[in-house]
């Protein structure tokens, strides 16, 4: 390198030191570098990138990844239910009057509940209902836009806009003697589109939901023709530690109500993740790659590892992008 930064010709002076050589007189000086000058300037050949590598299914790592930390987390959930059921019970037939107990679990309780989307995986929703292959969903409603009011009126044309910039123009016609089921259905091709689903919930009634990802873009971004921006107001959460009231009989039996219906819900997700869970991992063993394979990437990697120049630090860095500590330790909890 000292080599290639040293000027050509020795013999010239500095510009600024006296009785330099003019810049045109140095420019007919320099000559041009011959072979072996050349080869002095080219830099030694790094040491060569990974040469194997593994063909992940990065949809099927996501997958994994998600029922695992679901898994992870419904139990944590389940146990904190459970204990909450025996506390309150207790407190209830008059056998202990563990009204600390009570109160400190259900603090703790709320902070889990709080940190789901973290630590759950994206893959468990606010009702703390898992669906396999697909992201948690936020569930909400249009204030003024339900059966009631679209099943009363004549036909109808409804234009929506999703999104901030008013994305695109999507229509659907309400026609006089739909069933609930058939609106429902309409509005739901209308608005798939743009990741808004309807359906009707357990009493009949029009349910929105979207991508917890997409929700901050939507909430405040949803308008229909004649009516501009509407409300979108989402579901409350089903299960809120943070209002109960263990001081009164009455509210002690519905907190008791509330925990055997939140923990009969996370029992079924439980049934639902461990299942992804074990689809999951049948299909990573239909790939499974041969161990003596393995033996030689891992022998590219430690090279690669061992080297310090640039092309090598890139290709690792490269191939790290994305990992995550909860992917890792959701992989590593597979074992």
């Known amino acids: 390198m000292e080599a290639a930064l040293r000027p050509a010709n020795p013999g010239i002076a500095h510009p600024t030191a006296a009785g330099a050589t003019p810049v045109s007189a140095r420019a007919t000086a320099i000559k041009p570098l011959d072979a072996d000058s050349r080869a002095v300037t080219q830099v030694a050949p790094a040491t060569a990138p990974l040469q194997r590598g593994i063909k992940w299914d990065t949809r099927l790592q996501g997958d994994v990844a998600r029922a695992q930390q679901a898994v992870d987390y419904l139990e944590r959930v389940a146990s904190q239910l459970e204990a909450l059921k025996a506390d309150l019970s207790a407190k209830i037939s008059g056998r202990a009057d563990p009204a600390r107990q009570i109160a400190a679990r259900s603090q703790q309780l709320g902070s889990l509940l709080e940190a789901r989307r973290k630590q759950a995986g994206g893959g468990v929703d606010a009702q703390l209902g898992f669906s396999d292959g697909q992201a948690a969903m936020t569930r909400f409603r249009i204030r003024g836009f339900d059966l009631a009011a679209l099943q009363s009126g004549s036909q109808q044309t409804y234009a929506f806009s999703v999104g901030s910039n008013g994305g695109p123009q999507l229509s659907a016609t309400i026609e006089p003697g739909m069933t609930p089921e058939e609106i429902a259905a309409r509005l739901d091709r209308t608005l798939s589109p743009v990741k808004v689903r309807v359906a009707l919930d357990d009493k009949g009634q029009l349910l929105f939901s979207a991508p917890e990802s997409e929700w901050p873009g ?93 092309q090598s630090l890139l290709a690792i860095t490269s191939a790290l992008v994305g990992v995550s500590r909860e992917r890792v330790q959701a992989l590593l909890g597979l074992r």
Do not use: C
Not at 276 to 281: C, H, K, R, V
């Open 218 to 310: 939507i909430k405040d971004a949803i308008a229909i023709s004649g009516r501009g921006r509407v409300d979108a107001n989402e579901d409350p959460a089903s299960l809120a530690p943070q209002r109960w009231d263990i001081g009164d009989p009455d509210a002690l039996r519905q907190s008791l109500r509330e925990v055997l219906q939140a923990l009969a819900r996370v029992r079924r997700s439980q049934d639902a993740a461990s299942a992804a869970l074990s689809a999951a991992m049948a299909r990573t063993g239909q790939s499974a790659i041969p161990e003596a394979e393995l033996a030689v990437i891992a022998g590219d990697f430690s090279a690669t590892a061992a080297s310090h120049d640039y």
